[in-house]
């Protein structure tokens, strides 16, 4: 078997090779080729086995740990995309996408991952922040614990230092009109944008004229450890109150559940999104509830006793004063600023928390004019504790 094959192979050799036949020496002229050709391959196989050992290994295991963690963060299926905030929160949606993304919530109350709640101040202003130097004091050393939030008219470009607490907080905006619907549409813009951050957990709506009556630290306690969420709705039986239903709301919103309360609220994440995603009461409210019916006054409170009673306080967190009359509340100034004048508003009232009675019943108030501002800086760290 041996000597056949290599016949055979000679004459393979006898027909392809001519001139190697005459010559004895070809098979080692041959070998000496293989032997050529195995030694360069075999050398090309270790210097490509060296550099992936000692340079391109590391760039496979890199490229591989990138791509794992890749995966997780940034992989359209990945669970970074749902807790991520937005990093520009300016953005091109319309009003009607931005509803839809926002009513997206988890139905299961764990979290797997680590989550720290998160206190979302949603300013809706007409323009400016007079006094956003206060606020700037009452928000620092915090950073992680709130989310702030700016709706000012659309023509308003805020423009705040890159340190600032406001620095591009300003959402994509529409003109709010007191009274109308357009004042809703306005708080649920900023509810929906609000609730595209998974940590934000309480949403308090407050204006260009509010401040801060507690340090951070007691409010983010006392917002965190209340059972419910603070919006007055109550049932007024004069011409302000049930004097303003229309009939034709009937029977989505019945007049035994039509209620009334101040805009300025505080309400956790499972009230923001059932506001958010509702198309059942809007079109009523919108067709029916027009001035002298102020839409702003009656749409939440309502809806949110019909859908969420046992949720609410039935009562705000904002304090205003309403003694001197007329369609709006008071406004403070720079001589209104005194001791005296906070011990009121601190002191002058008792209310229900977690079922038990208490004299701290207000975390915010206005209305402050920007020439309260210096005086109210002077005496924040007295009285305020901030």
Known sequence: MQTRVIQMEEGKDNGILIRSVKSKPFPAKLLLILGLFLAFALTVFVISVSTIKYTGLQNVVTTVTSGFVTCRED??????????????????????????RASFWPRRKEYPFQRVPKIAFMFLTKGPLPLALLWERFLKGHTGLYSVYVHPHPSFTAKFPAGSVFYQRQIPSQVA??????????EKRLLANALLDISNEWFVLVSESCIPLFN???????????KHSFMGAFDDPGPFGRGRYNDNMEPEVPIT?????SQWFEINRELAATIVKDTLYYPKFKEFCRPACYVDEHYFPTMLTIEKPMALANRSL??????????????????????????????????VYNGRNTSMCYLFARKFAPSALESLLHIAPKILGY
């Open 75 to 100: 992989e359209p299926n990945g669970l970074s995309k749902w807790i991520q905030p937005p990093a520009v929160l300016m953005h091109n949606m319309t009003d009607e996408e931005l509803l839809w």
């Open 177 to 186: 009109e007191w009274g109308r619907m357009t004042m809703c549409d306005a």
């Open 216 to 226: 951070f630290t007691t409010i983010y306690s006392y917002l965190s450890r209340s």
């Open 257 to 261: 559940k039509w209620r009334k309360g």
């Open 318 to 351: 904002t304090w205003v004063d309403w003694s001197r009359g007329g369609p709006h509340p008071a406004t403070f100034g720079r001589s209104d600023i005194t001791e005296k004048f906070f011990e009121k508003i601190l002191d002058g009232k008792n209310c």
